[in-house]
């Protein structure tokens, strides 16, 4: 079975207290999200991590904080969760394939919705997957956008809880249980990587 991860939004802004948009205890997901990635690189997993990249004087800084402005520190992504072979796609790009060598691809967006960039369905059924691991921040927000995306495409998509954090736990409780009852399924970083 072809798996691809899909990693979102693990960026420093969001990961730390010193964030410009910091998710409460998000820090404590990073070491899930480190192991996950390093397993895909070990499995020969194709690793999509989308990323936001921001102008200074972004739209969507009329309803956020500004974060993620292109270049700067927050923009960046833990060294840990980073695998050796990668490449930043700018979501103007096209996206014609996996790029040769590559084991992680850093997918930029400027919005809370990866599938924003129309070339990403397309792009994913090319990749001739069979089932779908996501994680990240925020779990109602930006991974809900994600999860409902990648359950679009008609594919089996797993939710990894302990490597997922929310802003408010009342609505990613209940964004996990519409997940659930789409067909999604919520599972551990442990039951990925084959441990309990």
């Not at 693990?10 to 999200?33: H, R, S």
């Not at 050796?84 to 700018?90: E, L």
């Not at 809880?161 to 599972?187: I, N, Y």
């Amino acid at each position: 079975m072809k798996t691809v991860f899909f990693d979102v939004d693990t960026q420093l802004d969001f990961l730390y207290p010193a964030g410009a948009l910091y998710v409460p205890g998000a820090e404590k997901i990073v070491a899930n999200v480190a192991r996950l990635n390093r397993f895909a690189a070990r499995e020969g997993i194709p690793l999509v991590s989308d990323v936001d990249s921001h102008a200074e004087n972004d739209p969507e800084f009329h309803e956020w904080p500004p974060h993620c402005v292109a270049g700067t520190l927050g923009q960046m992504k833990p060294g840990a969760t980073l695998l050796d072979k990668r490449v930043v796609v700018t979501s103007k790009a096209p996206l014609n394939g996996w790029p040769v060598g590559a084991q992680q691809m850093l997918l930029e967006k400027q919005s809370l919705d990866a599938f924003s960039n129309p070339q990403l369905p397309e792009f994913l059924k090319g990749l001739d997957t069979e089932r779908f691991v996501v994680y990240g921040v925020v779990t109602e927000i930006c991974v809900h956008y994600a999860a409902t995306g990648l359950l679009r495409t008609g594919r089996p998509v797993e939710l990894v809880t302990d490597a997922a954090r929310h802003l408010d736990e009342a609505k990613a409780r209940t964004m996990m249980q519409e997940f659930e009852a789409a067909g999604g399924v919520l599972t551990t970083t442990g039951r990925i990587c084959g441990t309990t």
